[in-house]
DNA sequence: GTGGTCTAGACCACT
DNA sequence: GTGGTCTAGACCACC
């Protein structure tokens, strides 16, 4: 894998959000997109620790939980690789239905401070340009 | 002490986001937009933990935070007030950039899902009128 | 009484020692003194409430307390005055016995501080100076 | 780890003070003494529990408090130690400034006994010695 | 009535 | 093993 874990995930370690979860939700995400693909092997374990500072039990435990879901599969000796019954790829439709919890809870907090649309959606626009 | 409880406070139960913060994160957006004024009473611990189906501590540690960060105020006997000194009813700008964690986070989800930002802003825009 | 409630007793309010125990406290350290012999008279509920912007119900606590432990004796539609046989005016060796729980906790402190002896009391002795 | 909690800490279950407020000013006291050093790891919730006869959550809560306040720091899984910014090992004459507060307590209620500074600051005296 | 403190015990996340 | 969160229930201090 030429792939740079660092470069492929990104770990808020302040976050509530447990890391494994992170990077379970994550690697969905890549899938689902097509960025990675039936039978693309994983970085390791080891390599993804390193390359994130994380402890390599937690990245294992990300894996396992990933393989559990059928997302991943254990190539023994050589690590893990993309499941070759994966749901990849899916529809541009299909891959914003899992990016809707969070604007969910976007619109929530907004409603909250009383912003109206027009400056909710022009923020949002700038910080997708941002990152791009 | 009219204000229902379970109208002003939502709570996802599922989270991986403690209770306790998600009552903090949600009283300071109130108070930041003006919903709540100091001097204003807060509902009573009690009576936010039944409604919410919450143990009472737990709106209690919520309380106790929000006390230390100065946003409340003791009033011994009598309950829990907005503190005079929070600042409160804050402009639009200000708390735009309270919601701009959660908007970098929708961010960077969109560009693991691969989505372009046409698609993704138009889905925010059909969640912020859902929600209206 | 002349005695000005505000000038015989000082409450800290924000201490976590409650404030009825403050004023429990206070009078048998005064009646141990013989600064307040059997027969006076003591200030009313209500005139110490609004000397030190106490809630009525906080003195009469702290007055009921004191009559149950017999220190002092209630005089129907007169107020209360320091009982009878409340043990008064006792030798300086036994005021001073009653002044040893606070005295072993500077020290505790102290030895937590790692302060030698000498610094410790030249501090004490100006802080008793400054209040003479 | 080798600290014996028990030795470290004295808790007065008695007081009014909170239990974990005497907790936290003691590591307080502890650190400003340099007793403790920036980098040394905390006995662990569960160890000073068992030792001082407390509840888990009691210790936990002094512990997040001193975390919040920036005297400890949280390793996730290792436990905690003394944060690396923590102020620690300032001189006597900062040290004493911490103890000022119980020191005019006492100074206050040896006014109140009508006790001459002579008969306080020799029995104070006596006081250290003992603990010595 | 109000909030604060503490206990006992369960489960979770992380190393 | 570590600390964090939550529940259920008790008692206290204050108004």
């Keep these: 894998m030429t792939n740079h874990a660092a470069r492929l995930f990104s770990i808020a370690t302040g ?7 992170q990077l379970v939700d994550q690697v969905k995400r890549l899938v689902a997109a097509g960025q990675m693909a ?5 970085p390791s374990v080891r390599e993804v620790a ?3 500072a994380l402890n390599p039990m937690t990245v294992s435990k990300a894996y396992s939980l990933l393989e559990m879901e059928g997302v991943l599969t254990r ?15 899916q529809s ?23 912003l109206d649309s027009d400056t909710v959606v022009s923020l949002f626009i700038q910080i997708l340009k941002e990152q791009a």
């Design 38 to 42: 039936p039978g693309d092997g994983m």
């Design 50 to 52: 390193q390359a994130l």
């Design 92 to 114: 541009a439709q299909e891959r914003a239905q899992l990016l809707r919890p969070t604007l969910e809870r976007a619109a929530m907090e907004a409603r909250q401070l009383e």
């Design 15 to 21: 976050s509530s959000e447990p890391i494994y979860r």
């Design 75 to 89: 190539r023994r000796g050589l690590g893990m690789e993309v499941a070759a019954r994966a749901s990849t790829a």
